[in-house]
Nanobody, 126 residues
Framework: QVQLVESGGGLVQTGGSLRLSCAASGRTFSTYAMGWFRQAPGKEREFVAAISPSGGTYYTSPGKGRFTISRDNARNTVALQMNSLKPEDTAVYYC????????????????????WGQGTQVTVSS
């Protein structure tokens, strides 16, 4: 339903910061719940953060306290600000979206998302 394109990945040192962005197409973006997932080499894809259409957010332990998800519905974008990066944050980061059941809903499981971006590589050196 929407096309998603991530950008902003790159190589940073431990303790550094990156801001990932996800550009979405379509007028339905404002009704979509959005999320960020990541997949490190040899590991399963894992949930990072989610945001509801109304802006409510949810994080799990890997990025909680260091990462911030945000959205700008006027520009059809979602961002993931990543601070205090660690080598274990090295992964391909994926933006995902799905129509939300209500404005306050967000989702944490891969199967709950309909649309995915191509991924952007984040590498944290030590």
């Amino acid at each position: 339903q929407v096309q998603l394109v991530e950008s902003g990945g790159g190589l940073v040192q431990t303790g550094g910061s990156l801001r990932l962005s996800c550009a979405a197409s379509g007028r339905t973006f404002s009704t979509y719940a959005m999320g960020w997932f990541r997949q490190a080499p040899g590991k399963e894809r894992e949930f990072v953060a989610a945001i509801s259409p109304s802006g409510g957010t949810y994080y799990t332990s890997p990025g909680k306290g260091r990462f911030t998800i945000s959205r700008d519905n006027a520009r059809n974008t979602v961002a993931l600000q990543m601070n205090s990066l660690k080598p274990e944050d090295t992964a391909v980061y994926y933006c995902a979206g799905t129509p939300a059941d209500s404005a306050s809903y967000y989702y944490t499981e891969q199967y709950e998302y309909d649309d995915w971006g191509q991924g952007t590589q984040v590498t944290v050196s030590s």
